[in-house]
């Protein structure tokens, strides 16, 4: 069981970029067949991923937001960001950092953190 912390700035005005933090801990971000997905919640809507980063460094988006979605890791820091770019009100919602194991075996999840996008 790995503990997963998201992390940044409560805040973001549009056409900023957004970035946010997972540290995690209890467990390697290098650790074979997981992946660190980034998965969000629009106020009174469901589930939707963003994007993840595996345990080799490969990456893949969700196709509506890949064109402003990068996921990347540190392995110093056992951290995995996600920077959003060009940020409209329509971002806005609970961000989550989800541990999937190969599969797309949901494992632990970070606790969320909300993000509103306003000027």
């Known amino acids: 069981q790995v503990q997963l912390q998201e992390s940044g700035p409560g805040l973001v005005k549009p056409s900023q970029t957004l970035s946010l933090t997972c540290t995690v801990s209890g467990g390697s971000i290098t650790t074979r067949d997981h992946y660190w997905v980034w998965i969000r919640q629009p106020p009174g809507k469901g589930l939707s991923w963003i994007g993840y980063?595996?345990?080799?460094?490969?990456?893949n988006y969700s196709p509506s937001l890949k064109s402003r979605s990068t996921v990347s890791k540190d392995t110093s820091k056992n951290q995995v960001t996600l920077h959003l770019s060009a940020v409209t009100p329509e971002d806005t919602g609970v961000y989550f950092c989800v541990n999937v194991i190969e599969g797309w075996k949901y494992g632990d999840w970070g606790q969320g953190t909300q993000v509103t996008v306003s000027s």
């Open positions: 980063i595996g345990y080799n460094g490969r990456t």
